[in-house]
């Protein structure tokens, strides 16, 4: 049995909760108000603190530092109906062991509860503060979790490997972990290594000395330098040549490097912060990204979900775009525009989403937003079309598969073994569909039967 103190002004949810723990044998009791709760404290010494945000008198969170002196292991359970990056931060950075989001489900705070009883260590207070100027939205789980992640790690030395699909927001998320650090006052370095070429990446990321090549006319700090005491951004990390994967290994390793065409190490502390929107583990296997380096970098991860797993951010974000666009009026959104907004599939994700909004309030010259004002929908790019590439990535991790397991001189029947696996794959699929009629597979295939039996290897029933 543990003894549970909660501070709520919410009637209806104390007593809910208070009936929930009492049936599993704590000990409950109930403040309406920081104030109330510190004249409880003076006779009950809680185990747990369930405590909300927003209460009359002082706020909940400027309440947790006072706490924690009074109680300094007591784990504190935060409650907020209003989840932004900020507020998580400042909770977890102040010292919250968890934060739950209203309204939540009786399991997930009985869960939470269970984990702060058997949690035996105190929560360590951050040092960072958060600064203004996040642009993270998100009310729903799938963005709560990716709040907590970035609440956890920030004020950490971490490297952080950031991974969803083009334009969820990987850099966007990169600058809070920046901005939540106590690095915010240093430099944010970010480059995209797709953009550079493979002959000047190494001099970018490291510099170079006079010399060094044709051009070298004077040296030159890279960008581990000029994110010194901050942090760099390695955006699209999945591209970078065997060759520099190496040299970054070093730089994670030995924190050191040396300059192109120099010998002297240098020391760097610039913190690595890394995203891509490929399959690094399926590059593992293709032998084109590093292992030590994927391991190195995944110390701690975070995974972007696409806007079409948390739709119910669409409304705050197109409200966000809409407040940050520079015209002059904001405009009002009809009902048809919300339901367009609602149903397209937004594959190019929050990027397109935001680049919609400015579409639409440019045509709709300071009236009410409309369905027809958003631009053709990318949505309408058929299955088979993303079937297709999804076809032609295989194909091609299967043919770099198969190079780098031999010699160019012993491959001598690719193209043929290819053939083989295509025909059988294909073959079989039409066959089901067609209940081994092979009249029918070969109609749908365009062949003759004749062919078709030559290629199944077996003569037609008579």
Same mark, same amino acid.
């Given at each position: ?17 208070? +009936? ?16 109330? &709760? ?22 909940? =969170?400027?309440?947790? /530092? ?39 489900? =009786?399991?997930?705070? !009985?869960?939470?509860?269970? #984990? ?8 360590? &207070? ?32 971490? /490297? ?43 001099? +970018? ?12 006319? +004077? ?12 942090t760099i951004f390695l955006d699209e990390i999945g591209e970078t040549p065997l060759a520099i994967q190496v040299k970054l290994l070093r730089v994670l390793e ?23 929107? #490929? ?25 972007? /979900? ?62 009410? !937003? ?7 929908? !990318? ?34 029947? !690719? ?37 078709? #039996? &030559?290629?199944?290897?077996?003569? +037609?029933?008579?």
């Amino acid at each position: 049995m543990s003894r549970i103190l909660i501070i709520d002004d919410e009637p209806a949810i104390c007593w809910s909760l208070k +009936e929930r723990l009492t049936d599993q044998g704590h000990e409950v009791q109930i403040a309406s108000s920081v104030e109330r &709760a510190d004249k409880l404290l003076a006779t009950f010494a809680p185990d747990i603190i369930v405590l909300d945000i927003r209460l009359p008198g002082q706020d909940g =969170l400027s309440a947790i /530092p006072g706490i924690q002196r009074r109680l300094p292991t007591t784990p504190i359970v935060v409650m907020t109906a209003f989840g932004d990056l900020q507020t998580v931060v400042d909770a977890i950075s102040r010292g919250a062991f968890e934060y739950l989001v209203k309204p939540f489900e =009786l399991p997930e705070f !009985l869960s939470v509860i269970d #984990r702060a009883i058997q949690s035996t260590s105190e929560a360590p &207070a951050g040092q960072s503060r958060p600064v203004e100027g996040n642009q993270l939205i998100g009310r729903g789980p799938a963005m709560q979790a990716v709040f907590k992640q970035i609440a956890l790690v920030a004020p950490t030395e971490f /490297p952080v490997l950031i991974t969803g699909e083009t334009g969820t927001g990987k850099e966007v998320v990169a600058e809070a972990i920046h901005r939540n650090s106590h690095r915010r006052s240093g430099p944010f370095v970010r480059v995209s290594l797709a953009s550079l070429s493979s002959s000047v990446i190494e001099s +970018e990321l490291f510099g170079h000395g006079k010399g060094a090549f044709t051009g070298a006319v +004077e040296e030159r700090q890279g960008l581990f330098e000029l994110a010194e005491n901050g942090t760099i951004f390695l955006d699209e990390i999945g591209e970078t040549p065997l060759a520099i994967q190496v040299k970054l290994l070093r730089v994670l390793e030995s924190r050191s490097f040396t300059r192109v065409g120099t010998s002297n190490e240098r020391a760097t502390n610039a913190r690595l912060l890394a995203a891509t929107n #490929r399959d690094l583990e399926a590059m593992l296997i293709e032998n084109t990204f590093r292992q030590d380096l994927f391991h190195r970098l995944k110390v701690f991860s975070i995974e972007l /979900p696409p806007l079409r797993a948390h739709k119910e951010d669409l409304r705050p974000l197109v409200e966000y775009f809409i407040a940050r666009h520079p015209s002059a009026t904001k405009p009002s959104v009809s009902e048809a525009f919300w339901a367009e907004v609602q149903q397209r599939a937004w594959r190019g994700n929050i990027r397109e989403l935001r680049n919609a909004i400015d579409h639409a309030i440019v045509l709709s010259r300071g009236g009410p !937003l409309a369905a027809e004002h958003l631009p053709p929908s !990318l949505g309408v790019i058929s299955s088979d079309v993303e079937t297709g590439r999804q076809l032609e990535s295989a194909i091609a991790a299967w043919v770099r598969r198969q190079l780098g397991k031999s010699s160019d001189d012993e491959i001598t029947d !690719l193209y043929r073994s290819f053939l083989s696996i295509a025909d059988t794959a294909l073959l079989n699929e039409v066959l089901i569909h067609t209940q081994q009629n092979r009249s029918a597979a070969a109609k749908i295939l365009g062949l003759d039967r004749a062919t078709l #039996r &030559a290629k199944l290897g077996a003569a +037609e029933p008579s």
